[in-house]
C-alpha cells in the first residue's frame, strides 16, 4: 500500500536583502507539512513581482523569460516528487531538494566522507589518533584499487559484502617492518574506524542506509601484563651503572605510580606540579588523547623521582618536569633494563600504565571510579578492562569473609548454649 503524501511549492522573493531593484527568487518546498528553503540563483525587479499570483507581471520580454522558468522549477519539482511516488520510497523535502540541485546521496563517495571526517578531527583529535585514522584509509582505499579495481565508490556501493571482503583483505595486510600480519584485534579496530566515517556520512544523510547495521566487531581477549609488586620492587631497588638505564627505570617507576601515560609524561612541566586540595602534592595535567584534566594526588615514590631531577641539567634544558626521550628509544632501553633486573616480560612503557591500574591501585583496595578518574578515562568500562583480581587480593578477600563467617557462628553457638 503507497503512502499518502502532500506537495506543494511557494516562490517567493527575498526583498529585505534587495539591490537596485532587484531581489533574489526562492522557492519553499513543502512535503507533509516539513519544509526547506531552496535559492534559485535568479534576480527578479522587485516592482514587477505579483506577490500573490506568485509570478512577474507584464507580457515583456523580460517577464516572460522567468515567468517560464518559475514554471520550468515547477514542473521539475513536481516530476522529482512523482517519480519517488511511482517508486514507493521515502518522500522528503529535504530529498527533492538535493534531487533538483543534484547534491543527493548518490553524488557522494567514499573519498568525500573521509575528505570530510579529515577536516571534522583536524583540531579535535590528537596526533596519534589522526594517524591511525590516515592508516586505515590507506587500506581502505589499497583495498578498492586491488580488489575492485577502482579508486573510489558510491556511499550507495557499501554495504555488507562491501565489509567482508574489506576484513578478508585485511587478513592479508603484513606492515613493512612488523614480525607478522595484522592481528585480528588490529584488523577491527581498522573496521571500527571505517565504521565511525561511514556513520557520519549516515548522519550527515548521504546515505540511505547503515551497511554496518548487522556488522558484529569480533575482538580476541587479550592478556594486558604489568609487573607484580614484587618484580616492580626488584626494579625500583636496582643500582643501574649506566645514567640511560637509570632514567629510563626511573621514567617506567613514575609511569607506575602515578598512571601518567608516555605522551602526557613527556608535556610535563614544574607548572603541572600544584599543591592539591589535601595540602599535598599533585600532578594537575590534560591527557592529549581525551583532552580530560587529570589530578593525581603523588605518592612518595613519584615524589622522589621529581625531587632527583628538580635541579638536574637534563631537566634544566628542556626546562621539562621529567627528561625527555623518544617513545621509540625508551622502549628499547626498557628490554635492557628488564634484562638487567631479570624481568622476562616483555616490558614496554605502557605496561606501567597497567601497573598503576592493577598492581597499585586496585590490588590495595582503591574503587574503581577511583582509578578510572586517575587515569583519565571517559568511560568506566575503559578501566574495568584493568580490573584484574589478583590470588593475594582474592586470599585477602576470602580471608576477611571466612572470618566474618566464623564470628557469625561463634555468636550462633554462644546463643544456643544459653
Known sequence: MRTKHTFSTFFWLQTTRAINNEASLYIRITVDGKRVNLSLKKRV???????????????????????????????????????????????????????????????????????????????????????????????????????????????????????????????????????????????????????????????????????????????????????????????????????????????????????????????????????????????????QKTNTIVKVPLLGKALEIITKYKDHPVTKVTESLLPIMTNEKLNVYLKEVANFVGIEKNLTFHMARHTFATTITLSNGVPIETVSKLLGHTKISTTQIYARVLEHKVSGDMKALKDILDLKNKETKMKKAD
Open 45 to 287: 525587479p522587485v516592482s514587477l513581482w505579483d506577490a500573490k499570483k506568485k509570478k512577474v507581471k507584464g507580457t515583456s520580454a523580460q517577464s516572460k523569460q522567468i515567468n517560464f522558468y518559475i514554471e520550468e522549477v515547477s514542473t521539475k519539482l513536481f516530476q522529482i516528487y512523482q517519480d519517488l511516488k511511482f517508486k514507493d520510497e521515502l518522500i522528503t523535502a529535504k530529498l527533492i531538494k538535493s534531487l533538483y540541485t543534484g547534491d543527493n546521496q548518490e553524488s557522494k563517495s567514499l573519498k568525500n566522507i573521509f575528505s570530510y571526517h579529515s577536516q571534522k578531527i583536524a583540531n579535535t583529535l590528537a596526533s596519534g589518533s589522526i594517524r591511525n585514522f590516515g592508516i586505515t584509509e590507506n587500506y581502505v582505499f589499497k583495498f578498492l584499487e586491488k580488489k575492485k579495481s577502482t579508486t573510489d565508490i558510491h556511499l550507495s556501493q557499501l554495504n555488507f559484502e562491501f565489509l567482508s571482503h574489506f576484513e578478508l583483505f585485511l587478513c592479508d595486510i603484513w606492515p613493512v617492518g612488523h614480525p607478522k600480519a595484522l592481528s585480528n584485534n588490529t584488523r577491527m579496530k581498522h573496521i571500527q574506524r571505517l565504521r565511525k566515517v561511514v556513520t557520519l556520512a549516515y548522519h550527515l544523510e548521504w546515505m540511505d542506509r547503515d551497511p554496518f547495521v548487522r556488522w558484529k566487531m569480533t575482538y580476541d581477549k587479550t592478556n594486558r601484563e604489568f609487573l607484580s609488586e614484587v618484580e616492580l620492587k626488584n626494579l625500583e631497588d636496582k643500582v643501574f651503572i649506566s645514567k640511560r638505564l637509570d632514567r629510563v627505570r626511573d621514567l617506567f617507576v613514575f609511569s607506575c605510580y602515578t598512571g601518567i601515560s608516555y605522551v602526557d609524561l613527556m608535556n610535563l612541566t614544574s607548572s603541572h606540579l600544584v599543591l592539591g586540595m589535601d595540602g599535598g602534592n599533585w600532578i594537575m595535567t590534560k591527557r
